[in-house]
């Protein structure tokens, strides 16, 4: 086996995790590989607070004879060098005398070097950077760089880019099968949605994860609320007032001192600046409750604003079979500003899926 | 072989035609089989006004010394029972006593009536329709059924569903290998575009055929130009204007009696109701001109305009990886109507296909 191949078996290893498990951590995979090319120990990071993967690896090799000190590791990740809830996994290494480690991508927390501190202590570190290993921690990637949750915008849209008609009306654009999808996959993928009162009063959707066979799971919302509408008795009949044991509802507010007696219910307050909620103290009161991945379900202006604080890193969009011909029909982004051709926003297409004659597109926005 | 597959070897003799030299006629292909299974004649219709496939086909069997009395006749469409151009394929089936015939989809044309008098002629026909062979021929069949030509729409779009930006620009939403598609099959397979004299005004495009390696190719134009602003000869150096040999500039208009020194313009006058161009006129003056496929390449108002009048086939959208983010950047259907949910104009996806970072959808319009 080449040393790509080591690589990626530990890569395999590191996507078996539970994404929700692990947060806000990183997928790690790792595989001790003795002189003789033989996998000697093998493990990934399972949840957080536990052992790393290589912590496991090294200790199944151990437990299995190995002569550390002519192994190779495998990782899939630049080992850590900081102590957080373990102690750094660089130690570990330079203890055990592993002489060579080799590494599929590199962390973009400041905090960590690893692959320095390795080589400083006379570890031959070698870099095979692989993208599927950098696309796999994407989230990690952007809580670290950019310091807020990862943001995924979802829509449902007509061919002529409309998500519901002049009365706000959206049942359905999409096909059974789609938002089956959306289910199955985004809001499953998600820490949370994020949403306004808006769409939530008018809507009267559960927002849970319903997926066929499956018992229906919860779901944290983020609802903008500034005048907290959700608090007044009357609406609690909503769907989304379901009870809630492993989720919240997180209401969004610029008010301040205000209690709720819903035990599920949590007030964030974020001031507001010319009207908008002030995004940077969203994204940190978020991280803060290890919110890593965010599912915009929303209607056009939270889209627009989202986008404005440059806050979508992926669209998915259903593109479904039918025209409304209707100027007033609510568009995907609701936005007023003026913008040229030449400052339209570039999105790269990461994906294109057919479902039945809905067309589910994937784009990552070029910020 | 059997009998279906005598019949799509006259369906790939049938495809084989040059769709603008056999207007108004349709594709057809025959295979004249002997009673051993051989194929002693076959043939495919060429060129309007000259041979039909079944003529083709038989001539070729007497040729061979083909028993006809003893032959089976496949045929791609129902043999024509009429005299147009060329005498009934009936008379010339049943004249040589060919005993059977298969069919492989029916002639809409109500003049046509041949299964019928083949049947009580005595010559057993069977009918094995395929759906191929009935979509081979929807620019036959729309005119034959809807008296008007195949109207196909095409725009490009960004994500959102819009065509240019609030001053008009659409340069360039799709990618250039998208526009080249346009050319080498969109432009390619239409008779005229039918636009507007505010597009042709505004773009400066040439609106012909340019396929890499090949000599460029006139293409014919309907402009809707009420007021005749393209007969003005400051608008002369326009793009659109160069000399055309083969095709013409048809400016639709509601005046009367005006008459141009452009060799190659006409004025096609059609009234004028509510705002809008009498389309019914209009279709008949195209199909009179042996204008049997049109590809609409226009702004938003005229887009939404012939929605309205149930004008449009198909779409193709070339959905780019866009967005505008201006509510007054312009929609590919521009219409003040109020449309409901519920009343949305329904699509079927028929075709999807990625060119680059471009999704090229085709939808047919079910009115």
């Not at 590191?14 to 990183?26: D, E, S, Y």
Request: proline share 4%; charged share 20%.
């Amino acid at each position: 086996m080449t040393a790509e191949q080591y690589l990626q078996r530990a890569f395999l290893l590191a996507r078996q995790a539970n994404p929700k498990a692990i947060r806000p951590n990183p997928f790690v995979g790792a595989v001790v590989v003795s002189e003789n090319g033989e996998i000697a120990g093998e493990g990934f990071h399972q949840k957080a607070g536990e052992a790393h993967a290589e912590v496991i690896a090294i200790h199944q090799a151990i437990g299995h004879g190995a002569k550390l000190d002519t192994c190779t590791l495998y990782v899939t990740l630049e080992p850590c060098s900081h102590t957080g809830k373990t102690p750094p996994c660089t130690d570990l290494i330079i203890k055990h005398r592993i002489p060579r480690v080799v590494i599929g991508s590199m962390d973009p927390n400041p905090l960590v070097s690893g692959a320095r501190i390795l080589q400083e202590n006379g570890v031959i570190v070698e870099k095979l950077l692989m993208p599927d290993m950098v696309a796999l921690n994407d989230t990690f990637n952007i809580n670290q760089i950019q310091k807020r949750p990862k943001y995924v915008l979802k829509s449902a849209i007509t061919l002529n880019g409309k998500i519901a008609d002049s009365s706000g009306k959206s049942q359905w654009i999409s096909n059974e099968e789609s938002r089956e999808h959306v289910h199955q996959y985004l809001r499953t993928a998600a820490d949370a949605i994020l949403t306004t009162a808006k769409t939530v009063l008018r809507d009267n959707a559960t927002m849970n994860i319903r997926v066929k066979d499956q018992p229906e799971q919860e779901l944290s919302l983020i609802i903008f609320d500034r005048n907290l509408a959700l608090l007044e008795k009357k609406h609690h009949h909503h769907s989304v007032f379901y009870t809630r044991n492993q989720s919240k509802i997180y209401l969004v507010t610029d008010k301040t001192g205000i209690t709720t007696e819903l035990p599920y219910v949590e007030i964030i307050t974020i001031p507001v600046q010319h009207g908008l909620f002030d995004l940077e103290m969203l994204h940190k009161e978020l991280l803060k409750r290890n919110i890593c991945q965010v599912l915009i379900e929303a209607g056009g202006s939270m889209n627009a604003a989202m986008m404005d604080a440059k806050a979508v890193d992926e669209i998915y969009t259903f593109l479904c079979p039918r025209i409304l011909m209707d100027n007033a029909a609510i568009n995907q982004f609701n936005s007023s500003q003026i913008q040229p051709m030449d400052d339209a926003i570039r999105l790269q297409l990461l994906e294109s899926m057919t479902i039945g004659e809905d067309i589910l597109l994937r784009h990552k926005v070029i910020h």
